[in-house]
């Protein structure tokens, strides 16, 4: 998918460093300025370089490329989980984020999935009703510090 010299990819190896420093950035920026240390520390180090390559390794990812920058993420589980979905600030509000849960939905759908579920920050659940999805339960407070808003969204 290409719009404006932005391309919407699989994930590479080599997209690692760039995507968990975006994930991490973004997650700073937007998300955790409410949350305990312990949450920040728990998503910081869940995001690594590593971290990043086994989570596409366990599932699938999708990134926004930007003349060889990465700008945007999205990664989802083999059970239709989406676990990451970031773009960096002064991308947001351009339709990147609607573009890679695109890519991700189809794929799922193309697999025969008849919901995808979503675990979206707090900030981001009215995103989420935007694309379709809806809240299933109350928001979810982990022992960890990390807060989500369940959501899913029926494809079929």
């Known amino acids: 998918m290409k719009s404006d010299n932005i ?8 997209d690692a ?3 968990s420093k975006l994930i991490i950035t ?7 300025k409410k949350l ?7 998503f910081s180090d869940g995001n690594t370089h590593n971290k990043i390559i086994s989570l596409n390794q366990s599932g699938e990812m999708f990134v926004a490329d930007l003349f060889g920058k990465i700008i945007g993420v999205v990664a989802g589980r083999d059970n239709n989980l989406i676990t990451r979905l970031f773009v960096y600030k002064k991308f947001q509000g351009k339709g ?13 759908k ?12 707090l900030n981001a659940v009215d995103f989420y009703i935007s694309t379709g999805y809806k809240k299933v339960t109350r928001v979810i407070h982990k022992k ?6 369940p959501m899913i969204k029926r494809i079929r």
């Open 7 to 14: 391309y919407i990819r699989k994930f590479k190896t080599e």
């Open 17 to 19: 460093e760039q995507v």
């Open 26 to 32: 973004v997650f700073d920026e937007q998300v955790s």
């Open 36 to 42: 305990p240390a312990r949450a920040k520390k728990f």
């Open 96 to 108: 990147i984020a609607k573009n890679l849960m695109g890519r991700i939905e189809s794929l799922y």
């Open 110 to 121: 193309r697999r025969g999935a008849d919901a995808i579920h979503v675990r979206s920050a």
């Open 144 to 149: 960890d510090g990390l807060v989500y808003q």
